[in-house]
């Protein structure tokens, strides 16, 4: 797995490049309000969260007002919360299966590689673009490390994958929920909206609404053949 996309030398011949939102469509949860719960903030994370999906909040701000309310929080919070993780239904081996028919598959979230880099690793994701909180003495500092990871920087990571396997736009597939996934998912020459927000359908060329993540399956297979 790689943590960024920044630029790798021979890059091997792709099927086509997947690439997923985390909270809400790879995960049932918000990694984010998994860590509140711990802060005992979990209900004022949930109402910014719920906002900033709906669009109706710009997301770098929601990012950083949710993260402000975990400050001092003990560090080591973050592996119970790894191990509380709930995959969608469908999503693991959707993930099994483009990776086995020559996919790229990457994660790119709002939520953070502290989180969520171990189980990219144990199911053979390639790459993974999210936010790092800032943690000094072991506490979080109620801030985020380094450049949010928005809608746009999620679209340019999009872009800058798709330029590194030398893939066209019909072979990209975008998966999302909220309104930060909007660029990604117009960039893609296939976009899936899952469960989603109406930000997002609205733009959407396939509309998800069952439970398993699976059903995205022949959306991969008909782009592969593009």
């Given at each position: 797995?790689?943590?960024?996309?920044?630029?790798?030398?021979?890059?091997?011949?792709?099927?086509?490049?997947?690439?997923?939102?985390?909270?809400?469509?790879?995960?049932?949860?918000?990694?984010?309000?998994?860590?509140?719960?711990?802060?005992?903030?979990?209900?004022?994370?949930?109402?910014?969260?719920?906002?900033?999906?709906?669009?109706?909040?710009?997301?770098?701000?929601?990012?950083?007002?949710?993260?402000?309310?975990?400050?001092?929080?003990?560090?080591?919070?973050?592996?119970?919360?790894?191990?509380?993780?709930?995959?969608?239904?469908?999503?693991?081996?959707?993930?099994?299966?483009?990776?086995?028919?020559?996919?790229?598959?990457?994660?790119?979230?709002?939520?953070?590689?502290?989180?969520?880099?171990?189980?990219?690793?144990?199911?053979?994701?390639?790459?993974?673009?999210?936010?790092?909180?800032?943690?000094?003495?072991?506490?979080?500092?109620?801030?985020?490390?380094?450049?949010?990871?928005?809608?746009?920087?999620?679209?340019?990571?999009?872009?800058?994958?798709?330029?590194?396997?030398?893939?066209?736009?019909?072979?990209?597939?975008?998966?999302?929920?909220?309104?930060?996934?909007?660029?990604?998912?117009?960039?893609?020459?296939?976009?899936?909206?899952?469960?989603?927000?109406?930000?997002?359908?609205?733009?959407?060329?396939?509309?998800?609404?069952?439970?398993?993540?699976?059903?995205a399956w022949p959306h991969l297979q008909s782009a592969a053949r593009s």
């Amino acid at each position: 797995m790689t943590a960024e996309p920044g630029i790798d030398a021979s890059p091997v011949v792709a099927t086509g490049l997947l690439v997923s939102d985390v909270d809400s469509t790879l995960l049932t949860q918000e990694v984010i309000e998994l860590v509140a719960e711990h802060a005992g903030v979990r209900d004022r994370v949930e109402e910014i969260t719920t906002a900033a999906m709906r669009g109706e909040l710009d997301f770098a701000q929601s990012l950083r007002a949710r993260v402000a309310l975990l400050e001092g929080l003990d560090g080591s919070v973050l592996a119970e919360v790894r191990s509380a993780l709930v995959p969608t239904p469908g999503a693991l081996e959707l993930v099994r299966r483009a990776k086995a028919d020559g996919w790229v598959v990457a994660l790119v979230s709002g939520g953070f590689h502290e989180v969520i880099d171990e189980l990219a690793d144990r199911t053979g994701i390639d790459h993974v673009q999210a936010n790092r909180f800032e943690i000094a003495d072991g506490r979080l500092t109620g801030r985020v490390s380094g450049p949010i990871i928005d809608g746009t920087a999620k679209r340019r990571t999009l872009e800058e994958l798709a330029a590194r396997y030398d893939l066209p736009a019909s072979r990209i597939v975008a998966l999302g929920d909220g309104a930060n996934d909007r660029e990604m998912l117009l960039a893609a020459g296939t976009g899936i909206a899952f469960r989603a927000k109406p930000a997002l359908r609205e733009v959407a060329d396939v509309v998800i609404d069952g439970a398993s993540l699976l059903d995205a399956w022949p959306h991969l297979q008909s782009a592969a053949r593009s």
